[in-house]
């Protein structure tokens, strides 16, 4: 077992803090007060103080959820302090980091330790703590969400106590809290199953739409990580499937990735959504354009250079998770929407896949999953596309991703989760005054 020490630093506690907003600037909140500890027995001392003057407790990671999950009026944590891993247990394979830590840091350290985690999504911001109780998740034939690679948590309950919760302590807690919504506790250290650093090889390919959908559950099965993205106003796809590799590594090149992922994937794209938000008449043209552009590539590297990309363009982003055998038919009805609509779509559809899990609110809780998600370029009017979306999704039986924009409500979402009442029930327990509340946890867990 190896540690990685950490230095001690002083809470941060200021009153009457400037507003927050999340990373695509669709929420802002307004905390009474914001605390920036340094230990998780800081944090506890935060939360003990916060009840004892009525207010609510939000911790905030680094925004990019779009929805008000971390908004407040109350106590404002930011986990800046609470970053690093605190150990490494060869033994039992497992890293033990702070709840604050950006997956970005905790990749490129687990890399430098010849460690890897086994899936993860596409983006790398958020931290650990964020990503997880709001269910991100990559895509994969058997390998789940980050959330199901946790092994356990540590985390601070309403009353101010620090609880540890695994498979064998504190068990029912472990089971909900691993997508907690932070309704029942602020986390402030999380444990995960890692393996050997392994190769991924990533084969980019352009495709039909009607050759992807059709041949969907084929490359689904032939493949342990396949995503693909349709582009709006058009019949072009682009395919991504990530394979393990026995080497030799053959990373993308320093001046044709950067063109890809940087000038194209990045700069170009900003410009085109920035003259498609301002001319919307445009988009059919620009995306017929930029679909076409693309090329096939094949690389092997490290899982988190394969797995993650940059993202710099700024959207907005509604997803949905459904069973995995009604995808195809739910993709075919949003392209007949877009088509008979007027709308003018310039960001391309995602859609990826996940195993089932035992997470209670997980999306893809007891369910073989597809997700489909769909992206509007920041300060586009989203409403109409999103709302129209949100129809075909739910009448397949989707759940929306808790971090993204969605409508829907507890009296929803309780039909559609197996456990929700098994949820809600823990929340009454661990926290019957509501000081981790909000307005969005109202909405989807109910009072």
């Given at each position: 077992?190896?540690?990685?020490?950490?230095?001690?630093?002083?809470?941060?506690?200021?009153?009457?803090?400037?507003?927050?907003?999340?990373?695509?600037?669709?929420?802002?909140?307004?905390?009474?007060?914001?605390?920036?500890?340094?230990?998780?027995?800081?944090?506890?001392?935060?939360?003990?103080?916060?009840?004892?003057?009525?207010?609510?407790?939000?911790?905030?990671?680094?925004?990019?959820?779009?929805?008000?999950?971390?908004?407040?009026?109350?106590?404002?944590?930011?986990?800046?302090?609470?970053?690093?891993?605190?150990?490494?247990?060869?033994?039992?394979?497992?890293?033990?980091?702070?709840?604050?830590?950006?997956?970005?840091?905790?990749?490129?350290?687990?890399?430098?330790?010849?460690?890897?985690?086994?899936?993860?999504?596409?983006?790398?911001?958020?931290?650990?703590?964020?990503?997880?109780?709001?269910?991100?998740?990559?895509?994969?034939?058997?390998?789940?969400?980050?959330?199901?690679?946790?092994?356990?948590?540590?985390?601070?309950?309403?009353d101010g106590r620090l609880m540890t919760c695994s498979a064998k302590e504190n068990p029912e807690v472990f089971a909900a809290a691993r997508i907690g919504l932070g309704a029942l506790g602020v986390i402030t250290a999380l444990t995960f199953a890692v393996e050997p650093v392994f190769l991924l090889t990533a084969r980019e390919e352009p495709m039909s739409f009607d050759r992807v959908t059709a041949e969907f559950d084929a490359l689904h099965a032939e493949n342990e990580h396949f995503e693909f993205y349709w582009f709006p106003h058009t019949d072009n796809c682009n395919t991504k499937r990530n394979n393990r590799s026995a080497g030799p590594e053959a990373p993308l090149g320093r001046i044709s990735g950067w063109v890809d992922d940087e000038l194209l994937?990045?700069?170009?794209?900003?410009?085109?959504?920035?003259?498609?938000?301002?001319?919307?008449?445009?988009?059919?043209?620009?995306?017929?354009?930029?679909?076409?552009?693309?090329?096939?590539?094949?690389?092997?590297?490290?899982?988190?250079?394969?797995?993650?990309?940059?993202?710099?363009?700024?959207?907005?982003?509604?997803?949905?998770?459904?069973?995995?055998?009604?995808?195809?038919?739910?993709?075919?009805?949003?392209?007949?929407?877009?088509?008979?609509?007027?709308?003018?779509?310039?960001?391309?559809?995602?859609?990826?896949?996940?195993?089932?899990?035992?997470?209670?609110?997980?999306?893809?809780?007891?369910?073989?999953?597809?997700?489909?998600?769909?992206?509007?370029?920041?300060?586009?009017?989203?409403?109409?596309?999103?709302?129209?979306?949100?129809?075909?999704?739910?009448?397949?039986?989707?759940?929306?991703?808790?971090?993204?924009?969605?409508?829907?409500?507890?009296?929803?979402?309780?039909?559609?989760?197996?456990?929700?009442?098994?949820?809600?029930?823990?929340?009454?327990?661990?926290?019957?005054?509501?000081?981790?509340?909000?307005?969005?946890?109202?909405?989807?867990?109910?009072?």
């Amino acid at each position: 077992m190896s540690e990685t020490p950490k230095a001690l630093k002083s809470v941060t506690t200021r009153a009457g803090s400037s507003p927050w907003r999340n990373w695509a600037g669709t929420v802002e909140s307004r905390p009474t007060r914001e605390a920036s500890p340094a230990s998780a027995e800081e944090l506890a001392d935060e939360v003990r103080r916060a009840a004892e003057d009525g207010l609510r407790v939000k911790t905030v990671g680094t925004g990019h959820s779009f929805t008000s999950i971390a908004a407040t009026d109350g106590l404002l944590i930011r986990p800046d302090l609470l970053t690093g891993i605190r150990r490494i247990d060869r033994e039992a394979m497992t890293v033990t980091v702070e709840a604050g830590t950006p997956l970005k840091r905790l990749n490129v350290a687990l890399a430098r330790e010849g460690l890897s985690l086994t899936n993860m999504g596409d983006i790398m911001e958020q931290t650990v703590a964020g990503a997880t109780s709001t269910g991100t998740h990559g895509t994969g034939r058997e390998s789940a969400s980050i959330a199901a690679q946790i092994r356990e948590i540590e985390l601070v309950t309403a009353d101010g106590r620090l609880m540890t919760c695994s498979a064998k302590e504190n068990p029912e807690v472990f089971a909900a809290a691993r997508i907690g919504l932070g309704a029942l506790g602020v986390i402030t250290a999380l444990t995960f199953a890692v393996e050997p650093v392994f190769l991924l090889t990533a084969r980019e390919e352009p495709m039909s739409f009607d050759r992807v959908t059709a041949e969907f559950d084929a490359l689904h099965a032939e493949n342990e990580h396949f995503e693909f993205y349709w582009f709006p106003h058009t019949d072009n796809c682009n395919t991504k499937r990530n394979n393990r590799s026995a080497g030799p590594e053959a990373p993308l090149g320093r001046i044709s990735g950067w063109v890809d992922d940087e000038l194209l994937s990045n700069g170009i794209f900003q410009l085109a959504c920035s003259l498609g938000r301002a001319v919307p008449p445009v988009v059919p043209s620009i995306a017929k354009i930029s679909s076409r552009a693309l090329s096939a590539r094949t690389y092997t590297d490290i899982p988190y250079k394969v797995f993650t990309s940059p993202r710099r363009v700024r959207f907005v982003e509604m997803e949905y998770a459904l069973p995995r055998e009604a995808a195809v038919a739910a993709l075919r009805e949003l392209k007949a929407m877009v088509e008979r609509s007027p709308l003018k779509i310039s960001f391309p559809v995602e859609v990826r896949t996940a195993p089932a899990d035992d997470i209670a609110l997980s999306t893809a809780s007891d369910r073989e999953s597809a997700y489909i998600a769909v992206h509007l370029y920041k300060g586009t009017p989203h409403r109409a596309y999103f709302t129209a979306v949100e129809r075909i999704m739910t009448a397949h039986g989707g759940r929306p991703h808790w971090g993204k924009v969605h409508t829907r409500d507890a009296a929803y979402l309780s039909e559609i989760y197996p456990r929700f009442a098994e949820f809600t029930a823990l929340r009454d327990r661990l926290d019957p005054d509501r000081r981790f509340g909000n307005d969005y946890l109202r909405r989807v867990l109910g009072d």
